[in-house]
T-cell receptor
Framework: DAGVIQSPRHEVTEMGQEVTLRCKPI?????LFWYRQTMMRGLELLIY????????DSGMPEDRFSAKMPNASFSTLKIQPSEPRDSAVYFC????????????FGPGTRLTVT | GQQLNQSPQSMFIQEGEDVSMNCTSS?????WLWYKQDPGEGPVLLIA?????ELTSNGRLTAQFGITRKDSFLNISASIPSDVGIYFC????????????FGDGTTLTVKP
């Protein structure tokens, strides 16, 4: 079975540009999570969805960040405008409630904002 | 909010040695999970624990769910170079359905 798919794997952009990260969760999973990982702050939960509905977005740093899940097989995390401090690895993960919420992570998108 | 203290922060060991790391929580969890992250990859689930006192093995890895439900440990026996990576604990309680709290990770380096 395919795991969580993220694209792009690497993104380099200039400050002020819009960045869109994409995620396809494992088929049938009903939870989707977006994380950000940096050396300084470790692994931070940004937002998570249940059945395509955002449940907790308290980890979203500021209004420049937004996330959507238009259907069960696709989610986006958008940063507009991007800033150098947004440089990090962004992970998407999904889980299935019946498996007690064990999370399966994608390979991540390494974002560099110059 | 919930906090997880994971220790040690980093470990440098010789190949063949055993490794032990642990997580403690300020609150009770109903599920403990251990993940490993290889360089350049996302975390991968190693072991899941669902009951207080539960002891579970996965090859050379053994993890236990503490009796108090506020702690968990992970042991790796006879370490090998491919054990290198970051090990994360994660805990989940009955609130915030679906959401787990992650520790800061233990970075393991194994010298051949």
């Amino acid at each position: 079975d395919a795991g969580v798919i993220q694209s792009p794997r690497h993104e380099v952009t200039e400050m002020g540009q819009e960045v869109t990260l994409r995620c396809k969760p494992i088929s049938g999973h009903d939870y989707l999570f977006w994380y950000r990982q940096t050396m300084m702050r470790g692994l931070e939960l940004l937002i998570y969805f249940n059945n395509n509905v955002p449940i907790d977005d308290s980890g979203m740093p500021e209004d420049r960040f937004s996330a959507k899940m238009p259907n069960a097989s696709f989610s986006t995390l958008k940063i507009q405008p991007s800033e150098p401090r947004d440089s990090a690895v962004y992970f998407c993960a999904s889980s299935l409630r019946r498996q007690s919420y064990e999370q399966y992570f994608g390979p991540g998108t390494r974002l560099t904002v110059t | 909010g919930q906090q997880l203290n994971q220790s040690p922060q980093s470990m440098f060991i010789q190949e063949g040695e055993d490794v032990s790391m642990n997580c403690t929580s300020s609150s009770i969890f109903n599920t403990w999970l251990w993940y490993k992250q290889d360089p350049g990859e996302g975390p991968v689930l190693l072991i899941a624990l669902y009951k207080a006192g539960e002891l579970t093995s996965n090859g050379r890895l053994t993890a236990q769910f503490g009796i108090t439900r506020k702690d968990s440990f992970l042991n790796i026996s006879a370490s090998i170079p491919s054990d290198v990576g970051i090990y994360f604990c994660a805990g989940k309680d009955n609130t915030n359905a679906g959401k787990s709290t992650f520790g800061d990770g233990t970075t393991l380096t194994v010298k051949p």
